[in-house]
């Protein structure tokens, strides 16, 4: 590794690891400025960020993988649950509108998230695509992915000629 890409990697992780990057960055969009404000190399572009990532748990029982989403505010109407078996991939995305957008109001502290929301989760495991359910309710998406049954093998005979 040259000497040039040692000290980049060194300086990326002090970054990383210093007591100041660790308090903004607890401030959603905050690493951007820190590293615009400290770094040595100027990003030519921000990448846009067109949806955010509600948070989300993920777990398998004996019988299903359960997707728990908090949404609190979302509209289900407005929610859409896809599965692609190819890939295994479950989209889920939405949007979340503030029910006082366009009053004038001050804000002391704003920490709820509105606009469109999108995660993707990798389902590892096969599941029976036509059981696929969700419900939401107290504010949680919950999506119920009921696992495929394992197929004992087949034993197959070959003819000796």
């Given amino acids: 590794m040259g000497e040039d890409r040692y000290e980049e990697l060194r300086s990326m992780k002090a970054m990383r690891t210093s007591p100041m990057m660790s308090v903004i960055s607890s401030h959603r969009g905050s690493d951007r400025v820190y590293l615009h404000l400290f770094s040595a190399k100027k ?94 309710r107290d504010g949680l998406l919950h999506i119920y992915l009921p696992k495929k049954k394992p197929q004992p093998p087949k034993v197959l005979s070959v003819d000796i000629e």
Avoid: C, W
Wanted: proline letters at 10%; charged letters at 30%; a negative charge.
């Fill in 43 to 136: 990003p030519i572009a921000f990448p846009a960020r067109a949806a955010f990532e509600p948070p989300t748990d993920v777990y398998e029982t004996d019988s299903q993988v359960v997707i728990r989403m908090e949404i609190a505010g979302a509209d289900n109407s407005r929610m859409q649950v896809d599965f692609d078996p190819p890939t295994g991939q479950l989209r889920i995305r939405g949007s979340r509108h503030d029910p006082a957008q366009g009053k004038p109001r001050d804000y002391h502290q704003l920490e709820v998230i509105y606009g469109p929301f999108e995660r993707v989760i990798e389902v590892l495991v096969e599941v029976e695509q036509k059981q696929i359910r969700a419900d939401y």
